[in-house]
């Protein structure tokens, strides 16, 4: 419980996993599990999306932000940094064209794509930005923060509160600051105040 910051059920979970045994659950439980678990896969294989279409040509001006910044490669790449085409279905095509495709209602769920209000369909959340995965402890990837590289608005356009993701209960970069043998932590409110303060 202490090494991963887990509450007793995960950290059973967790060692359960490790032994190769099933934990006995409750249908609805093992529903909302499931469902958490396919929302961490969906987002992960976002996350990589975002990511490696930061490192084309029609994706840098992402990567350019993120340099203009000072961040150095191996920051942006510790910390997942990607950017998000100015398109309106590139990440859900990216899951169609792969057969990746997980049923788009997982996405919606996901917060990844959101529901069109004047026509059938379903467009990405995230367009022409900046992302900041958000990592649980563990290490999943469970929501995303995406900025604006100009003055539009909003300028920060987060992820909703998911089955794998509550605002309350999750810190950015704690899974990274999980790992110092420091007793103190600071907190501070930008995602690139943190990052700026880990890489310094």
Request: glycine share 6%; with cysteine.
């Amino acid at each position: 419980m202490q090494i991963e910051n887990l509450d007793y059920v995960d950290a059973v979970r967790k060692l359960a996993e490790r032994a190769g045994l099933k934990m006995p659950e409750n249908d609805a439980d093992n529903r909302e599990e499931r469902l958490r678990s396919d929302i961490y896969e969906a987002n992960r294989e976002a996350a990589r999306f975002f990511h490696s279409y930061m490192m084309t040509p029609e994706g840098k001006a992402g990567l350019d932000y993120f340099l203009s910044r000072g961040l150095s490669l191996a920051t942006i790449k510790h910390f997942g940094l990607g950017f998000a085409p100015d398109s309106w279905d590139a990440l859900y095509k990216h899951f169609e064209n792969n057969r990746i495709a997980p049923d788009i209602k997982l996405l919606e769920k996901a917060g990844l794509v959101t529901a069109r209000k004047d026509k059938p369909g379903y467009y990405d959340k995230f367009r022409n930005r900046v992302i900041f995965p958000i990592f649980d402890v563990q290490g999943n990837v469970i929501a995303f923060g995406g900025r604006v590289m100009d003055n539009s608005m909003p300028k920060y356009l987060n992820s909703p509160e998911t089955a794998a993701y509550s605002k309350g209960n999750n810190l950015y970069a704690l899974n990274v600051a999980k790992k110092s043998q420091s007793d103190k932590v600071i907190i501070v409110e930008g995602y690139m105040d943190c990052i700026a303060l880990h890489k310094a």
